[in-house]
Structure formats: structure tokens, C-alpha cells
């Protein structure tokens, strides 16, 4: 598959797709949008990626959704397209992806790009990186989980300010803010990204599958459905090859060979 807005590369197990729009700092034009989603349906498809790592450029993730593009859009046509989910469906393969999305941010990511490495599972930071929901400098709200996700994130005092004021949060305030699992210096993003999609991508992939949906359910769900589905998800894990391998190379002393079934 060839693409205008992307450059998308495997390692291994790991499938990486690096936003590539620097002219315009990765705003997420349709075209875009539309081979992020492609690019991430065969990834997920594909028995041979156990992880992927999203990322943008050393000065820019992404600076939101192309400004020029949504000029002269009106109410009707993007509530009949249900935008941002059009664009050829891309917004909603990365909330249906079933490969856990690692978002390796440096730089701005901003509105509708805060939103996107907000959608991925978790998100690694270079110290550069810098977050922030600015639709209300022009005129507008985020549209895309601006409004939900970060409110989960990083709690309601600060998602409140941050929508409200289009104030960016650098690295370390969002780590302490519960936003990104770690901050690591900008020239080794790159690295530490592939690592440690690496290190899931290694593991069982059903099992992989199951803990992704179970931490979902505790972001997105009721505590007691939460820890019904965990302890159903726990005890399927027992009809999997690799529950009995990962237990057997344990008990063997031994790295666990695993098969992903
Ligand atoms: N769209 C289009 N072009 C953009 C852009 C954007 N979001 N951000 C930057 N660019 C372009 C600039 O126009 C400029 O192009 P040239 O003039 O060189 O042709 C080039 O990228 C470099 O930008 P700057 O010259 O501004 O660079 P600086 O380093 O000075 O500043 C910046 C970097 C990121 C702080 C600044 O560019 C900036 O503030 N950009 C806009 C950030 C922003 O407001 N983002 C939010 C966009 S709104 C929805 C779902 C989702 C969304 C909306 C609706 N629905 C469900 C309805 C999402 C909305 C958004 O994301």
C-alpha cells in the first residue's frame, strides 16, 4: 500500500506508522485521516503485529484537524457525514483497533491530535512533547474525546482548564497528570517507543487482547461489570496454548515460547 500522509514501517512484531504532513504540522486533513485508517485495519489484521506505535514528527504529532479544510464546512454536512468518523472511516478503525496503539508524542499534539493519541491505549511522551485542546481560540470545542477522555485522564479541575483556556501542558505536568505513562528524552523516543511496543508485541497476543479490553472496561465502565468482566476474562485465559506455556516456562525456568493462541 503506498500513502501521501504517512510513512509506515514494521519491526518485528511491531508495525509503525509515523504521521508525515511536516508542511503543515501534521494537521489531520481527510487524506490523512483516511490512510491512518487504512493503515491501522491491516496492522490489526495482520497475525504477524502484536503492537503498534503511532507517532509524528520531533517538533509536531499532530496540531489537530486541518483548520483549512473545516473553513467553510457547515453544521449539516458534518453532522450528515457524523465528522470526524467520515474521512473514509479512519477516526473509527483507531477506536475499533484491536492491537494495542502505543502514541509516541513529541512535540504538539493538539486538539484534534491530543485527541487521537488520547484514542490510542497508552501514551509514551518525549520531554518535548506538549498537549493541549485549543478549539476554543478559534471558535470551536474538541469534538473527538477532547471533552471525555481527558476528563478520565487527567480529572476534571485540569481537563476543565485546559478546554477552557487552550493553555498547553508540557511532558512532565502531563505525566504528573496521569496523561502519558512515561517521558523519556526527545532523541530517544523513537527507541523507547519500539521497546516497549516490543515488549507487549512479545507477550500472548490473546491474552495481550484480553488485559487491553479489561483495563478499558475500567476506564469506560461500572466498577462491578469491571471486575465481573476481569474475572471472566482471567478465567478465559486458561483455554489458551500460552496460559500453559507462560506457567510451564516458569515453573521450567525458562522464557516462555509463546504462540499466540
Ligand atoms: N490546520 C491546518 N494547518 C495548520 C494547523 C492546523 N491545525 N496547524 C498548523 N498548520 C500550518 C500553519 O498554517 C503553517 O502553514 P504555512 O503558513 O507555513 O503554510 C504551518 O502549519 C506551520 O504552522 P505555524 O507557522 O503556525 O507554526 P508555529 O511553530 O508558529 O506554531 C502551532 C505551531 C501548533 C502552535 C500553531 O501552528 C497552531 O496553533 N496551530 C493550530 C493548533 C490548533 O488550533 N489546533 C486545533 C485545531 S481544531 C470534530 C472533531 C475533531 C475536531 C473538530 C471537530 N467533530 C467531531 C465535529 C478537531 C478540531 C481541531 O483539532
Known sequence: MS????????????????????????????????????????????????????????KVFAAGADIGEMLDRDMAGLQAEDFPFAADGGWAALERCRTPVVAAVAGYALGGGCEMAMACDLILAADSAKFGQPEVKIGTMPGAGGTQRLVRAIGKAKAMELCLTGRMMGAEEAERAGLVCRVVPAGELETEALALATTIAGHSAPVVRLIRESVNQAFEGPLQAGLTFERRAFQSTFAFEDRREGMSAFAEKRKPSFRHK
Open 3 to 58: 500513502y501521501d500522509y504517512l510513512r509506515v514501517t514494521r519491526e518485528g512484531r511491531v508495525g509503525v506508522i509515523r504521521l508525515d504532513r511536516p508542511q503543515a504540522h501534521n494537521a489531520l486533513c481527510n487524506g490523512l485521516v483516511a490512510e491512518l485508517g487504512r493503515a491501522l485495519d491491516a496492522f490489526d489484521g495482520d497475525a504477524e503485529i502484536g503492537a503498534i506505535v503511532l507517532t509524528g514528527g520531533d
